[in-house]
């Protein structure tokens, strides 16, 4: 059974850079599939924020793309989500996930999600 | 992008009567429509995809039907676990992927 489990800071001031990493086990990053991150306003809906694929080859969210970065650390079997210049629309909990396919991607594996408070 | 719309918002249902959600697509998605539970506090998990395949260890009171822009999620008799929200989305013409807004399944 395919687990991630994000880490990271929970409190954020603004203007700064949110950094969040989700480690996996049981698979090898290396292996395949695309990688991906998810947020959730409190009380709110799902966004996808960006996918990466093992190679490093990744896929933003365009209304993010000018303030993200995802990574892939394959000797960790381990990526990392950062978001710059972030707000108090920023607050929300993170998730990371696996999706099941390069061309027509669901997600199937989920991390327990990480919250991310902005605030000074 | 495909904005994806979900209704009702909220839905009161009784346990054991019927619970069907709906789920619009704004342009043809195929059948390419995933289904997500999530309960209060938890990560969402994995229903349905391919619009009618239930995922691995989801029980048959779940089915998932349509195609092209129309989709719905059918809870045959509603137990107690299933009380929660439900998301839609779309992964046939990504980026961006897309989750509608959900709908709330609570107790009548």
């Known amino acids: 059974q395919v687990q991630l489990q994000e880490s990271g800071p929970g409190l954020v001031k603004p203007s700064e850079t949110l950094s969040l990493t989700c480690a996996v086990s049981a698979y090898s990053i290396s292996s395949g599939y695309y990688w991906g991150w998810i947020r959730q306003p409190p009380g709110k809906g799902l966004e996808w924020i960006g996918s990466i694929y093992h190679n490093g080859y990744t896929y933003y969210n365009a209304s993010l793309k000018s303030r993200i970065t995802i990574s892939v650390d394959t000797s960790k079997n381990q990526f990392s989500l950062k978001l710059s210049s972030v707000t108090a629309a920023d607050t929300a909990v993170y998730y990371c996930?696996?999706?099941?396919?390069?061309?027509?991607?669901?997600?199937?594996?989920w991390g327990q999600g990480t919250l991310v408070t902005v605030s000074s | 992008e495909i904005v994806m719309t979900q209704s009702p918002a909220t839905l009161s249902v009784s346990p054991g009567e019927r619970a069907t959600l709906s789920c619009r697509a704004s342009q043809s998605v195929s059948s390419n429509l995933a289904w997500y539970q999530q309960k209060p506090g938890q990560a969402p998990r994995l229903l349905i995809y391919?619009?009618?395949t239930r995922a691995t260890g989801i029980s048959a009171r779940f089915s998932g039907s349509g195609s092209g822009t129309e989709f719905t999620l059918t809870i045959s008799s509603l137990q107690s676990e299933d009380f929660a929200v439900y998301y839609c989305?779309?992964?046939?013409?990504?980026?961006?992927?897309?989750f509608g807004g959900g709908t709330k399944v609570e107790i009548k």
């Open positions: 989305q779309q992964y046939n013409n990504w980026p961006p992927l897309t």
């Open positions: 391919g619009a009618s």
């Open positions: 996930a696996r999706l099941s396919g390069s061309y027509y991607p669901y997600f199937d594996y």
